[in-house]
């Protein structure tokens, strides 16, 4: 790319997704070129969505629409910068030919950051996209929540014993914080007088519970599972699904009001359909300094790439705490290739992981140090609002 261009004649560091990585790429290449790398942040949100805060759906359900709590205007946040954001969907990347097709037309780039996040992982159950919610996306959260606000209203004819059931398909962080938030909200408060409490039970597949996560948090967050009235199937994987029932390996049918699909993520289309090598879900393979195999200054971040760690072996995890360290690795060495600098690899170390386990509970554990409970819950607070903030301020959190 050359040493130092002028913003006038260099072609633009494109962006591709406004997420966490996206977001802090952006704003780190920003810093760290003092404004001279002209950068092109490609989303189709005009905001940036808190994705892992999407748990909180009674909040949504409660909020009567406004979801500025979730979505912070891109805008505001790269105000006085050179980032210019477009608001578009991206359709086909050319590695080769350094462009990217979007719905209203093609631009070119000097270097690519590719951080188009991740897309609901179906695994060919019939059924499952169809009559099953996510939490994935701000705009899927808003209809979840609506549905249950209006099981919940429904739920005031019921007679005898039965209560409206939610089954959350998915044994990870966002089934499990899902399944607490349910169970222990009081939906009668939000909806009107004499609501029932949902049944909710959160099925967890053949993979073991929140799978990868420390022994210790493991064993409190099902405690407090438990504690917030969720039941928990272990074992089998849905193999249908239809409009108000489940079908589930061992022949067992459940039946439900409202199923949420939290069982897996992998990389979105233009991502799985390019020509190199890719990891499970269709993810990304990269070069210890996070470029594409083959493509020197087009790097990926996030939930689009497997990375394995060459210092312990193991695969990085696709959470907003790796996205974030890789985002700004990946920024430093995007600005070291175009001033023709030495790169520096990746190597990731957990700083510590917290969930959020029902209203004022959860389970943390930081170094050796394990946490549950309301002081858990406190410092999954405290992340939210230290991420939040620093968005808002345009800087990149570093809590965890």
Known sequence: MGADPSPASARPLVILGAGYAGLTVAQQVHRLSRGKLPIVLVDRSPAHILRTQLYEIDRIAASGGDLRRWAVPLASVFEKTNVQIRTDRVEHVDLAGHTVQLDSGTIEFGALALCLGSAAAYYGVPGAAEHTHSVYRLSAAQRLATAIRAMEIASIALTGERRPRVLVIGGGSTGTELAAEVSTTDWAAITKPGARRPDVMLLTGSLPFLAGFPPQLIEHARELLVRAGVSIIYGWNVTRVEPDRLHLEDGSVLRFDIA???????????????????????????????????????????????????????????????ALAEARVAAANIVARWKDTELQPFTYRERGVALSVGHGAGAAALDRLTLWGSPAALFKRLIQRDYSHAVEQGESSRVL
Request: charged share 15%; proline share 14%; net charge negative.
């Open 260 to 322: 949420v699909w939290c069982a897996g993520l992998q990389a979105p289309p233009p991502v799985a359909e390019l020509p190199i090598r890719h990891g499970r879900g269709g993810r990304i393979t990269v070069e210890p300094t996070l470029e594409i195999p083959g493509h020197p200054g087009l790097f990926a971040v996030g939930d689009v790439i497997e990375f394995q760690d060459p210092k312990t072996g193991r695969v990085v995890p696709s959470t907003a705490q790796a």
